[in-house]
């Protein structure tokens, strides 16, 4: 039994090893004969100059009798609506016309302000005349007049000033003196006024000139004449006869502390001082005038009832009523003169006040006046220099900058302009109107529908390819339902506001056929290119030619059937073509795409470099799996 396992193991033994002598040699002849037989190609193509375009791409659905809302690009009332439902309009006809007399009257100002920026450009060219050089010299010399002059009048004014500030203090010195005079005269009278006062209410004249009154003070005597009168009349003098108690008390206090405070007042004391005093003499005057007033009253009524009455008037009433208007005179004129002197303070004390003020105005301001005056000199020393030495080469170049700005606002003011009338995109047929003139339109109002007989797409972009587009682009279109079909059309309108879903902005565009074919059927696929820029005279290769190494572009050229690396810059590109701008020469070929062909296999490298499959390619690895 070992002998029979032993034979055994070494039958395979024996096996194992000529099974790998006959793969080993079998993968070298493999080897060499992928060597004989390997070959690689290059297909190349010549960088050109031509125009590279590029473009964004959408798909959609193709519709018949499409229809375009027609909105503004203004604001105003509609003046003239021209079309109505049912109506055929062709390209460019005007379908409505907004208010234009504030557009048109901008338009009218911007070509004046063009014809007067070119003017001014114009004049600052010519040659300066004699003319002008004079009239600069008379600026001058007018700007060096002024200057002298206004030093001179600052300093005229300035010593007035200081003199009227002199003269307010000498008026206010005095008018102080006035009035302390005024005080000292009215406290030399006052005092019989004050006893005039009392002795009407409270001597016992008329008891010792009439015995039918008793012997009391006047205001009693007097009541007591009312003892057999009406109860109404009785009442009524009463009335009085508390009044001048009243007012004379009071009338009695004011004097007693006025008279006390001009006791302690003299001709040198403080001006505040004598200002308080006379305001408190004035006050006190006038409560001896109420005082008065209220005892004439009294008097007045007492007398009047004693006449009415055919009852005598007491001589002694007669001569306190002379004594009383006697002190009214006197008192008003010291009320009168006393207040006119108090204004007279008031004033010049202002007078002061203003001429200090004057003065500080014209120490802060005088120095900027004249630093004004003289810059003004300067300037006309300046523009005198300059119309000498005529326009500097910055000069022109405003001037000509001026024309520019106010050309572009002549272009627009123009489109301003323009945008008031609404125009046929197309043409087509009007479907709906929906405004009526002397309505208030804006650029989101529609005024009218239209559907042209041509078929369009509506296709939906992007947020970022929407960006791209705008109205009147050129756009290629093909169909899926006619693979070999391409016609061309223009981008007719685009949506304002994008559709958001999920998250995702979109935007619709409108595409209008250029041609009609009776192929396209409404709601076929279609697939749109839209051309959004196109760059003219640029050298060109295929996107597949230009590869990167780090942060460096290069094409691959084939010297001596190699390939070799040509560092280059690159620009713009678009999905097959990009465009060199330095590094590369018109005609010269690069390599596009790399073919290695083999008896086994084929390897393609276009763009970048690509790497056989070894292990899908290598026939030798199925027979190595077997012999596991």
Known sequence: MK???????????????????VIGGGYFLYQKNQSATAETRYL???????????????????????????KPKAAGTLVS????????????????????RAAAQKVTEAKLSLDNAKLDLKDLLAPTDAYTLLQAQNALSDAQDSLVKLKTTQQNNYTSTQNTLTKANDTLAKAYDDAYNTIANVFLNLPDTVND????????????????????????????????????DRDAFLAFNRAAVSTYTQAKTDYDTTTAAYKNTNRGSAPDTIETLMADTIDALKTVSDAIKAQTNLLDYWSTYRTQRNLPVFSKVTSYQSALSSDTAQVNGYISTLTSDQRSLQDDKEAIDNAIQDLADMTKNNPVDVAQSERS?????????????????????????????RSNDLVTAQQNLADTTVRAPFTGVIVSVDVTKGDDVGTGTVVASIITPQKIATITLNEIDAAKVSVGQKATLSFDAIPDLSLTGMVAELDTVGAVTQGVVSYDATVAFDVQDERIKPGMSVSVTIITNSKPNVLIVPLSAVKTSGAASYVEILENNEPVRKTVTIGESNDTSVEVISGLSEGEQVVTQTITTGTSQTTTSSGQSSASNQQGNDPMRGVLQLGR
């Open 3 to 21: 002998k029979l396992l032993g034979g055994i193991w070494k039958h395979k033994i024996i096996s194992l090893i000529v099974l790998a002598t």
């Open 44 to 70: 190349t193509e010549a960088a050109k100059t031509g125009t590279l375009i590029s473009s964004v791409s959408g798909s959609g659905q193709v519709s018949a009798s499409s229809q375009v809302d027609l």
């Open 81 to 100: 609506l021209n079309v109505k439902n049912g109506q055929e309009v062709k390209e460019g006809d005007i379908i409505a016309q907004l208010d234009s």
């Open 197 to 232: 006062l009392y002795t009407t209410l409270y001597s016992k004249e008329l008891t010792s000139a009439e015995s039918s009154v008793g012997n009391v003070i006047n205001k009693d005597a007097l009541e007591n004449t009312f003892i057999t009168a009406t109860s109404a």
């Open 377 to 405: 000199l300067t300037e006309k020393k300046q523009k005198l220099s300059d119309l000498q030495a005529g326009p500097t080469e910055l000069d022109v170049q405003n001037k000509q900058l001026t024309v520019q700005q």
